[in-house]
């Protein structure tokens, strides 16, 4: 049972890089989000996806951007990395009741 | 969907009942009341959720007051294992019609020996 596999799970990155965050699903869930997660500011929304095709604005979502070309996958990109990037990236999916599905998470640190 | 307010920390004898409060006075008509934790690094964990009537699983009881401003997620009897992070959300269950799902920063529970 795989349910949300992100990749990879540790990066270090040169500021000014591109780097994606990749994340699949395979319980074929039509939503999925991503969240990064900052010591004592909790989960903040970056981006999410109701459906193939669409995907909307979170909380966050200045120098990040993502694609859902399909329903499987959800990846996350930096275009150029900063510092105040450096993070923790979870990603998710949510059922037909509701619940969501989080994967073990990326940890991006940004030099 | 509606915002969450909730305390920052609180503090629970092992063994006791730990009540974690959540008011959500904004919460419209078809907004369903989830709760979560995260126990360390780990993904978020689902524990239960409710529209308006009380709720009870094997991992936790949910009392939403009758305006449904505010709900409290009781874990019966807390265990060491109890100490998260736990979050508490308004969300239309309908997801294909949008919501965000914003976490806010949750309830830091220390469950003490």
């Not at chain 1, 990064?36 to 979502?61: F, W």
């Amino acid at each position: 049972i795989a349910g949300i596999t992100q990749a990879p799970t540790s990066q270090i990155l040169a500021a000014g890089r591109r780097m994606t965050l990749r994340c699949t699903q395979d319980m074929r869930h039509n939503a999925m989000y991503w969240y990064r997660q900052d010591l004592g500011l909790g989960l903040r929304l970056i981006h999410y996806s109701n459906t193939a095709g669409t995907t909307g604005k979170g909380e966050v979502p200045d120098g990040y951007s993502v694609s859902r070309a399909n329903t499987d996958d959800f990846p996350l990109t930096l275009a150029s990395a900063v510092p105040s990037q450096t993070s923790v990236y979870f990603c998710a999916s949510r059922d037909r009741a509701g619940e969501l599905f989080f994967g073990e998470g990326s940890r991006l640190t940004v030099l | 969907d509606a915002k969450t307010t909730q305390p920052p920390s609180m503090d629970c004898a092992e063994g006791r009942a730990a009540n974690l409060p959540c008011n959500h006075s904004t919460i419209s008509g078809n907004e369903y009341v989830y709760w979560y934790r995260q126990i360390h690094s780990q993904g978020p964990q689902y524990i239960i959720h409710g529209l308006k009537n009380n709720e009870t699983n094997e991992m936790a009881s949910l009392i939403i007051t009758e305006d449904r401003k505010s709900s409290t997620l009781i874990l019966p009897h807390a265990t060491l294992r109890d100490t998260a992070v736990y979050y508490c959300i308004a969300s239309d269950e309908v997801y294909n019609q949008g919501g965000k799902l914003i976490f806010g920063q949750g309830t830091e529970l220390s469950v003490k020996p």
